[in-house]
C-alpha cells in the first residue's frame, strides 16, 4: 500500500474532503468517534491525522493527544466554532495547522498533502513484520511480497497487521472486526471479513 494514508477525524459531512483527499492520492480512513480514532492512530499510524476538536462532544482533543503521544504525527485540525482560543490550544497542543470550518476541501487537501511530503520517514517509528517473501511495514503501511508492492486497501492492512500480531494464534471474525471497524463509515459483516482473507 504504496499511498500515505490520512485519518480523517469527523462527525460532520466529510465526503467531499475524503474525495478531495484521495484525489490528491491519499488514502483515507473516516472514523466518526473518538474512540476510533485514537485506536485506528495506535494501531494504522497514519502519516496525517485530521480531526475537528469539537466532534464526538469535543473528544477530538483525545485524537490529538493520540497523534501526539505516537510518535507526533502530523495533525491539522479543524474548528468548527471559529473559536481563536481553540486555535491557540491545538498549537499549543501540537497541531501542525489549524482550518476554520467551513473550507475548501481541495485547498483543504492541498495542505494535507504538503504535511504528507514533509514528513520524514525516518523519523517514523513501527514494527516491520516478515514471513517469507511477505515484508508489512506498519509505519509506511506497506505491504511488499519479494520486493514487489502489494496493493491492499485499509481494511485489508489492517487485517493482515492483526495477524500478524497474533503471532501464529488463530482469530476469530469478532476480533478482526474489532480491528477494522473504524476504517469504513460502516462497520465490517463477517462476509466481508472473509472476503478480505481469502484476497
Known sequence: MDAPLVLLADD?????????????GLQVVICRRAANAVDAVSFHRPSVVVVDVAFDNH?????????????QLPTLV????NDPAARRAAYTAGADDVVVKPYDAGELATK?????????????????????????????????LAGLPVTLTAQQF????????????ALDRAHLI??????????????????????
Open 178 to 199: 474489532a480491528r477494522t471497524e473504524s476504517l469504513d463509515d460502516e462497520a465490517p459483516s463477517d462476509r466481508a471479513i472473509d472476503l478480505h482473507v481469502s484476497r
Open 112 to 144: 494535507v498533502g504538503a504535511l504528507v511530503r514533509r514528513t520524514r520517514p525516518e523519523t517514523r517509528e513501527g514494527p516491520v513484520y516478515r514471513h517469507r517473501d511477505l515484508v508489512v511495514d506498519v509505519a509506511a503501511h506497506e505491504a511488499r
Open 78 to 81: 479543524l474548528d468548527r466554532e
Open 59 to 71: 473528544h477530538g482533543w483525545d485524537v490529538v493527544a493520540a497523534a501526539r503521544g505516537h510518535g
Open 12 to 24: 460532520g459531512p466529510i465526503d467531499g474532503l475524503a474525495a478531495a483527499l484521495r484525489g490528491e
Open 158 to 169: 489492517g487485517i493482515l497487521r492483526a495477524l500478524f500480531e497474533s503471532g501464529g494464534a
